[in-house]
């Protein structure tokens, strides 16, 4: 065999191992999808595979009335989240990477345990003081939950991101009579946009994308994020395939926007993430 | 960049510098330092009580007898711990969790560095390639679960896709087989996972300079022997790393079995987690439930401190 025609064996080889993956990875997704087009009476066991008739929007409608205030509720939860983790996060990058102060690193390491924290570990106290705080079942005692437990990933990303500042761009700040919040304001802010973006994206999917906390502190079916209420549609003894579909479909669209239009960023962000570890 | 901070290391460092009075050493931080401490100190307090204070917290209920829905604090020892480990449901969540961290770390490890080699051939369309790779990501274990938890129906799903194409040999129980369980479980989380470690070991493989890989070259390694003696060992960093996120991952094991399958027949897909949560917030076990999470953490611990020890070192090093 000639050499040429070796290679284009190769990479036709490759392709085709890289193509099976992405249908591998996309089956799921289709299989949401088309179940959540087709009514209950064409939802079976045996035509799981086949597309549907007709758009059957009968399913997104049913799910939709069902899990909208919990959709509204989530957003309510994951907006406020992302900034406000964004925004300590990015003071937070910016004191353990310029401000270097004794212990500084130790302090970091204690932060960064709560990367690997097994969340059961503090279930109980939580709860116990989102109580006495008056807190528990309500939104905003979920918003703060999320916050605390997202200074460990925020702060990690935005130090990664500032270390790449070089020093002497704060040292001349200094020079030219900067203190720590104009350095952080003038200097820091303006150029930290990527990391903004990969830290507001990371909260977001994963705020939105929570079921242990939402489950644990909204014990109120009302006020549950989606991910519970998507969940409770497969109800006790029956499970209506094509509303809980619906009703996933509708769950997974938001963090599927923003992960698509901003996926670049995202990208760029986590692969920084992982190269400087 | 590294030379300046190899200069303000060298500068201050303890080799050069006089003795230093040891009224210095005492001060305290002033001025802008002060600032940055004071506006870092929220974020102290409150990883100090919501993380480390909690903990403890965790810890003291999980040797007191609160076991009923009010709280009493009446010292028991490790009277919890040892009935826990007299659980069978307990062993099987260990076994499970061992199972679990065993098969899903291989396959994310095995797809993801599998993915990140293939890609890195200059592929056309790469970028959409890795987009759906990394797809599953973004969505949430709950959706991944209704979507799995169908395709895993005996009856049904990949079953019925196996026969289409003639594979009936290839047809399983999937999670309702208790012998199976928790292994059909990591296919799942193994969907979900794999394309983030493809990106983390792609970005290695971008990390690795050029220059490395034509010197290599130069020096005979091509193929197979370049990624056997220089790029996989380079890539160590990123599969520690990798492998820690995804121990981590099997620790805390929750919402895909919730939705899946519960605890499964026989608790053939329980895991740790789940049952901390049944045990805790259902029937107001509550010092029962704080010897798990105490447990559940020592095994974190375990997977932690070899990493923090490593990572310290080599940032000392640098």
Known sequence: ?277 | MAQSKALREGGGGAALAPAAPARRRLSLPRGDMLLALLALSPSIIAVAVFIYGFIIWTGYISVVNWNDALPTYVFVGLANFARLFETERFRIDLRNTAIFAALFITQCLAVGFGLALLLDQRIKGESILRTIYLLPFAVSSVVTGVAWRWLMTPSSGINRLFEYVGLDFLKSGWYTNPRIGIAAVTIVSAWQMSGYVMSLYLAGLRGIATEIREAAAIDGATGFTLYRHIIIPLLTPVTLSASIILGTYSLRLFDITAVMTSSGQGFSTDTPAFFMFQTTFQSNKFSQGSAIAVVMLLLALLLIIPNLIITARTEKNQ
Request: glycine share 8%; net charge positive; hydrophobic share 55%.
């Open chain 1, 1 to 277: 065999m000639s050499r040429s025609l070796r290679r284009l064996w190769g990479r036709s080889a490759i392709y085709l191992v890289l193509i099976a993956f992405a249908l591998f990875f996309l089956m799921p997704m289709y299989v949401l999808i088309v179940t959540a087009f087709k009514p209950f009476k064409d939802v079976s066991v045996l035509t799981m595979w086949e597309l549907p008739q007709g758009l059957d929007l009968g399913s997104f409608a049913t799910a939709w009335g069902r899990v909208s205030p919990n959709f509204w509720n989530s957003m309510q939860i994951t907006i406020p989240t992302a900034f406000i983790s964004s925004l300590i996060g990015s003071l937070n990058g910016y004191i353990f990477s310029k401000w270097r102060f004794k212990y500084h690193n130790i302090v970091y390491t204690l932060f960064l345990f709560g990367l690997f924290l097994p969340y059961q570990a503090v279930l109980i106290p939580l709860v116990q003081t989102l109580q006495a705080l008056g807190l528990y079942g309500t939104l905003p005692g979920l918003i703060m939950t999320h916050c605390i437990f997202g200074i460990p990933i925020t702060a990690m990303i935005f130090r990664a991101y500032f270390a790449g500042v070089p020093d002497e761009l704060v040292d001349a700040a200094k020079i030219d009579g900067a203190g720590f919040f104009s350095i952080y304001r003038y200097v820091m802010l303006p150029i930290s946009l990527p990391a903004f973006a990969v830290v507001i994206i990371w909260q977001f999917t994963t705020v939105w994308n929570d079921f242990l906390m939402g489950l644990l502190i909204l014990n109120n079916p009302r006020l549950a994020p989606i991910t519970v209420a998507v969940q409770n549609l497969a109800g006790s003894y029956f499970v209506e395939w094509n509303i809980q579909m619906a009703g996933a479909v509708i769950a997974a669209i938001p963090t599927t926007v923003v992960y698509l239009s901003l996926g670049r960023l995202f990208m760029r962000g986590l692969l920084a993430g992982a190269v400087k570890g």
